[in-house]
Nanobody
Framework: QVQLVESGGGLVQPGGSLRLSCTAS????????MNWYRQAPGKERELVAV????????NYADSVKGRFTISRDNVKKTVHLQMNSLKPEDTAVYYC???????????????WGQGTQVTVSS
């Protein structure tokens, strides 16, 4: 029922840009904060960016601040990650994530997309 589908990954040279998209269905998207995570080979999955349900508030990992921008469209039920000034260390599989826990709950209820590969290389 809940579905998240990422797109937009690919191969880009250092300094280049990519825009990732995630389409959502099966839940109240406009009531749900959305996240982007990434996982590089041999490393743990890390949180990259967060956006509040209304799209007013955002937060970023220190490693991507000033380079990445998360945004959302609650009519189209999509969330985006604009990635600029890409570095080789940004190479990873990028995942769209929704934590569907009820407000006030202390237990996460995570849903994930299938992931999209981003490779930054010369």
């Amino acid at each position: 029922q809940v579905q998240l589908v990422e797109s937009g990954g690919g191969l880009v040279q250092p300094g280049g840009s990519l825009r990732l998209s995630c389409t959502a269905s099966g839940f109240s998207f406009s009531s749900t904060p959305m996240n982007w995570y990434r996982q590089a080979p041999g490393k743990e999955r890390e949180l990259v960016a967060v956006i509040t349900s209304a799209g007013v508030g955002t937060n970023y990992a220190d490693s991507v601040k000033g380079r990445f921008t998360i945004s959302r469209d609650n009519v189209k039920k999509t969330v985006h990650l604009q990635m600029n000034s890409l570095k080789p260390e940004d190479t990873a599989v990028y995942y769209c994530n929704a934590d569907l826990r009820p407000y006030g709950s202390k237990t996460r209820l995570d849903y994930w997309g299938q992931g999209t590969q981003v490779t930054v290389s010369s």
